[in-house]
Structure formats: structure tokens, C-alpha cells
């Protein structure tokens, strides 16, 4: 289990706190963190099945920047006037990477931090990315116009339009059961589809505020809102699952799964950092105070 917390001083402190006894590390960074778990949680970083852990960040200055394999590891420049930078990993396709500039054109890389840029798409507001073993990178990008656009497979793959008048969106992917992607409408309501491009959606929840998605090969998706009021629900497994009720005065949430220890769930409240693992039904951890953001991996 890792959990990163951005303080206000602009620094991220991750603690690994398991049954296993991880240790912990601090690192600064700029003004923006986005790392990858294999499994394609967005804005964490773990290393699992074989995959290289990636971090990328985005400085005050607009430059994104990655590393990938160790903590320690230099810094490989990605891109000098960068608005997001969002990253994956996984065994056989290695790093992905995505970056939407200062001018809304979206560019993305895999299997080496120095590879050359494919360029994927313009007129965008927000980018989310993915990747595992099987079925390779997701890429989802939610252009200035409120539509949603994915693609899976390869970073030429066509592009397959999901919805329009969107607001936010998520994506993740496992081997067993593809991909996963929600998205929040301009008018509050969540919606979730997984396994195809193509597949049916999903009403998942209304008067939401914000959305977060993981997913898993054993336990499948897991889908969290944040409702408008600040009441934060998780279900785990399936689309059509019941919801849990996590917590009530909520400002920000995280979700990661993993194959063994299940939903690792974080959730800021007035300032506080808490955490859960291994079950929706878990009790909360107070992980840190005096934060800022909160972003966990399995």
C-alpha cells in the first residue's frame, strides 16, 4: 500500500504502510505529480508484475518530465510547454506517456522514455491514459467541446467517440477484463462502460461532483464518487454492484486495486488525509494533516 499526499509546501510524502512492512520515501515535486501503476490508475506510481514504475511531473514552469525504474533516477525531459502530463506502465508495452501542451494537441510515447511523439489529438481540455499486459494502452482525451474520445491498443489505433457534453473522465484497464472508463456529465451524472470501446454505459450515480476508477484482474472494476453534498460512495466488482457509503464531508478521492490486497481508497476531509485497503467496508486510517492532495496505487 502507498499513500501520496501533497502538503501545502508543495511537497509529496508517500508512506507505504502494509501488513508487509514497506518502508517509506519523501520527494518534492513541482506543481503537479502524475504517476502510473501498471494497471492504469491515474496520479499513482507502483511497480507490479514486471512492469517499470514511471513518475512524471509537471513543473511551475509548464516542462514535463518522467523517470522511470528507480526513485533514485535521473529525470528524462518529455516536453518544454506541457498544461498535464498523465503516465502508465505495464510488462509487455513498458511506459506510456501523454502530454496535453499550452495549446490544447495532445502527444503521446510508449516503451521508452525517449522514444519519438505520436501526435494524437487537438482541441483538448483533459487527458487520462492506461495501460496493461493484454490489451495495451487506453487513452482517453475530453476535448474543449465537452466530447470524450478514446482509443486501446496501439497509439494509432482510431479514435472511438464515447460521449458528449462531458465534464471529467477516468480510465483504467486490467488483462482479464479490459478497459474501463466513466465519465461525470455537465449535468452531474456518472456513467461507467468496460471491456469494449463499444459497450453500453452504465448509470452509475447522480449529483456527483467527481469521479475515480481502478481496476484489477481478480476483483474487478472499482468505481468511487464524490457526490456534490460531499458524500463519497465505492462499489467493487461490477458496474451494477451496490454502493457503500465511505464517507460524508469529503473534498477529494483516490482509488486503486490490486490482485492481492484488493481497493485501496483515499479520500481527503477538511485538511486530513485518510486511507483504507483490502475492502469497502474497512475502517479509515488517518494517514497525514495538512494536505493538500491525496493519490494512492495497490
Keep these: 500500500m502507498a499513500v501520496f499526499a501533497l502538503g501545502g509546501n508543495g511537497m509529496a ?16 515535486l513541482g506543481t503537479a505529480i502524475a504517476v502510473m501503476a501498471p494497471a ?11 512492469a517499470p514504475s514511471v513518475i512524471g511531473i509537471l513543473t511551475t514552469a509548464g516542462v514535463a518530465d518522467a523517470k522511470e525504474g528507480s526513485l533514485m533516477a535521473g529525470w ?33 510515447k510508449e516503451g521508452s522514455l525517449t522514444a519519438g511523439w505520436t501526435k494524437e489529438y487537438t482541441g483538448v481540455a483533459k487527458i487520462a491514459v492506461a495501460s496493461d499486459a493484454t490489451n495495451g494502452p487506453l487513452i482517453a482525451v475530453l476535448t474543449t467541446a ?3 474520445y478514446v482509443k486501446e491498443g496501439s497509439l494509432n489505433a482510431p479514435w472511438t467517440k464515447e460521449y ?26 456518472a456513467y461507467a462502460k468496460e471491456s469494449g470501446l463499444n459497450a453500453p454505459w452504465t448509470k ?11 481496476s484489477d484482474a481478480t476483483n474487478g472494476p472499482l468505481i468511487a464518487v464524490l457526490t456534490t453534498a460531499g458524500v463519497m ?9 451496490g454502493w457503500t457509503k465511505e464517507y460524508t464531508g469529503a473534498a ?26 483490502g475492502g469497502l467496508s474497512t475502517p479509515w486510517t488517518n494517514e497525514s494533516f495538512g494536505v493538500t492532495q491525496v493519490a494512492v496505487a495497490g
Design 204 to 214: 452509475e450515480y447522480t449529483k456527483t461532483a467527481k469521479i475515480a476508477v481502478a
Design 233 to 241: 460512495y465505492a462499489k467493487e466488482g461490477s458496474l451494477t454492484a
Design 76 to 108: 528524462t525531459r518529455q516536453y518544454p510547454k506541457a498544461a498535464q502530463i498523465v503516465v502508465a506502465s505495464d510488462a509487455t508495452n513498458g511506459p506510456v506517456i501523454v502530454v496535453l501542451t499550452t495549446t490544447g494537441v495532445v502527444y503521446a
Design 146 to 148: 465537452g466530447a470524450v
Design 164 to 189: 458528449t457534453g462531458a465534464a471529467q473522465m477516468a480510465v483504467a484497464s486490467d488483462s482479464a477484463s479490459g478497459l474501463l472508463i466513466a465519465v461525470l456529465t455537465t449535468g452531474g451524472v
Design 40 to 50: 492504469g490508475q491515474s496520479a499513482v506510481a507502483a511497480a507490479r508484475t514486471g
Design 252 to 277: 477529494q478521492m483516490a482509488v486503486a486495486s490490486d490482485p492481492v490486497t484488493g481497493a485501496l481508497i483515499g479520500m481527503l476531509s477538511a485538511g486530513v488525509a485518510y486511507a483504507k485497503q
Design 13 to 28: 510524502k508517500s508512506w507505504a504502510r502494509s501488513r508487509a512492512g514497506l518502508g517509506g520515501v519523501l520527494f518534492a
